[in-house]
Each structure stands twice: as C-alpha cells, then as structure tokens.
C-alpha cells in the first residue's frame, strides 16, 4: 500500500500544503482523509508519522516533502522512499528513489515555509 498527498484535483502536493493523505493499492486511492498537517506547526513529519500509523509500505512523497526529520521517522520504521513531481496524478505515478539531495532540498524548503508563515 502506497501513502501519498493529493490537492483536490487527486494531483500530487508537497506534504505542507496537500489537501488529503491517501493510501493508493493497485493504481487506485483506497482511503482518504484531510491532511492533518494543516494544523501544526511540524506539517511534514505529522504526514510521515500519519503514513506509518495508516499501515502504508511505501511513502510516494512530492518533490520538496521529504526533509530530515520525515525521513528520518519513515526510514526508522523501515518504509520504502520514493519521490514524485509535484501535480502527477495518483494514477500515473513515476517515481523515483529518495537521496540525500532531496532531503536537503526539503530541509530547506521546510525552513523557508516556516519562516515566511511568521
């Protein structure tokens, strides 16, 4: 079972700002329900711990939504890490493994977002 974030249109979005965490078996969404990381200040790892609670083996995260504290809790709970472009839909996924460059970039992605939301 693959967990992802989806906007309304069941697009991929970066764990922040997604509308729905949802869990993907065989090419379609099995569960769905409002992201919870949007009402804590620690918006990526409250999806990643979400993911892990929801039972998904795999964590599908859009580009920018995997920084070090996310994965971090996934790679503990041994789940497999894969990243995907922001606005793919969830039926048509091409993913790629997880790196250090991606997980910087979301760091630091995830320091700007706080900042500039005061």
């Not at 990381?37 to 620690?42: D, G, I, N, R, S």
């Not at 409250?46 to 996310?70: D, F, N, W, Y």
Request: glycine content about 8%; proline content about 4%.
């Amino acid at each position: 079972m693959i967990c992802t974030t989806v906007n309304g249109k069941y697009e991929t979005e970066i764990f922040s700002r997604a509308d729905y965490i949802v869990l993907i078996k065989d090419g379609k969404i099995i569960y769905k329900e409002e992201n919870p990381a949007l009402h804590v200040k620690e918006r990526r790892p409250t999806v990643a711990k979400r993911c892990m609670e929801l039972g998904a083996q795999v964590i599908v995260a859009p580009h920018g939504s995997l920084c070090l504290p996310s994965y971090m809790i996934l790679s503990k709970g041994g789940k497999a890490m894969y990243v995907t472009k922001t606005g793919e839909a969830v039926d048509e996924l091409r993913v790629w493994p997880i790196n250090a460059g991606e997980v910087a970039y979301s760091s630091l992605l995830a320091v700007w977002e706080r900042i500039s939301r005061g």
